[in-house]
């Protein structure tokens, strides 16, 4: 990638039916540095994020608690921009829900079904039908997760998988196009009929929708590696013909906190918003995340917080100094460190070393609190 090269990255956003954790925090802090190294480095980038806002789980918040689903998505997708904006993402290029590309699902889910990629499975006692992928269809299929067929039927339920599906060609075939059910959003067709999209399509036909295929980066989290994006390349592939779908695809590691995976469903969570309004500055939330390698699972505990905060505020001392040690190779090892697979522990040890170290440069502190405010995306 030569120097100036428009880059196309695409991030999987949020379901927007609670608040932001940790979890989703380190995603998005993850690809934030990942822009900023890219712009650093001379790059135009084209980020596009969607937002899940109608989705199964979503609607089942919504009737649980009451709350219409539209307005519980609004809410929470309003909170989750409010806690980015507090942690210093900047906010994609695009930031596209799925309400707003309903249309443009749909044709993309007609034009699989001319294709014969698609295929139809009438609602048990109920008007309408479902519109499926046939994986068949899809000869690179497998091909971004590399997991088993016997690895995919695992976790497929789980993850929104519905295998015992009656009429469907294959257990793991995903759902593109949900036909109305009782209490449901839906969205009239004149091919398809009243429904929703699936959870896949979405994203496949946003991006189609904002990037040239193939994109640069595919990101999220590492649970989204399958069925999520082993789903979206091949449909993406099956409307387009081309391949691959992106070029690098990059995940982020799980966050745990009191010994699982921190997620709404367990109820485990380290909010955002929580820590925010209990007083804590959120670039030492910032700073908890940096010390981890995007790639690695990690738990997170109090005391790290602690030491976040007790590290910002040894190098907010140090930017304020009247003179420090040269800029230059901190500033350059900075940069290799964030383009060495994302190393921000690395990059957050660098900095360490050089606020606790005389020097007797005046411009120092101003060009090292420079680097780190646009690389790592702490203010000083």
Not at 100 to 118: F, K, Y
Not at 226 to 254: C, D, I, K, N, W
Not at 284 to 309: K, M, N, P, S
Request: aromatic residues 8%; charged residues 25%.
């Amino acid at each position: 990638m030569g120097r100036g090269e428009r880059v196309g990255v695409y991030v999987c956003g949020i379901t927007p039916y609670d608040a932001t954790h940790l979890g989703h925090a380190a995603t998005y802090v993850a690809f934030d540095v990942v822009v900023r190294a890219l712009r650093d480095a001379g790059h135009a980038v084209t980020y596009v994020q969607n937002v899940t806002d109608v989705d199964d789980p979503l609607i089942e918040r919504a009737v649980h608690t009451g709350v219409d689903w539209a307005d519980l998505a609004a809410s929470e997708t309003a909170l989750f921009r409010v806690d980015m904006e507090a942690l210093r993402v900047i906010p994609p290029d695009a930031y596209v829900g799925v309400v707003e590309s309903v249309d443009r699902i749909a044709e993309d889910v007609v034009a699989l079904l001319d294709t014969g990629h698609a295929y139809t499975v009438a609602v048990p006692d109920g008007p309408g039908e479902d519109v499926y992928l046939d994986i068949a269809c899809c000869p690179r299929f497998g091909s971004v997760s590399g997991w088993t067929r016997a690895e995919m039927l695992a976790v497929w339920v789980e993850r929104g998988g519905d295998p015992e599906r009656v009429g469907k060609r294959d257990p793991l075939d995903p759902l593109l196009w949900r036909a109305t059910r009782p209490g449901e959003p839906r969205w009239p067709h004149p091919r398809l009929g009243e429904g929703r999209p699936g959870w896949h399509i979405e994203c496949t036909s946003i991006a189609l929708d904002r990037l040239t295929v193939p994109f640069d980066i595919q990101g999220g989290g590492s649970d989204l590696i399958f069925p999520h994006h082993e789903m979206s390349a091949a449909q993406a592939e099956a409307l387009t013909g081309r391949t691959p779908y992106a070029e690098a695809y990059v995940h982020q590691g799980m966050v745990g906190f009191e010994g699982s995976k921190m997620s709404k469903s367990k109820g485990n969570l380290v909010l955002v918003s929580r820590l925010r309004e209990d007083g804590v500055d959120p670039m030492a939330i910032r700073l908890v995340l940096l010390a981890h390698h995007y790639a690695e699972d990690w738990e997170y505990t109090d005391d790290q917080l602690e030491r976040a905060g007790e590290r910002l505020a040894t190098w907010r001392s140090a930017f304020d100094r009247d003179a420090g040690p040269d800029a230059s190779p901190v500033v350059a090892a900075l940069r290799a460190a964030v383009a060495d697979d994302l190393s921000t522990p690395r990059a957050l040890e660098i900095i360490d070393r050089w606020a606790s170290k005389p020097g007797a440069s005046p411009t120092a502190p101003g060009a090292v609190a420079s680097a780190v405010d646009t690389l790592l995306g702490v203010h000083g």
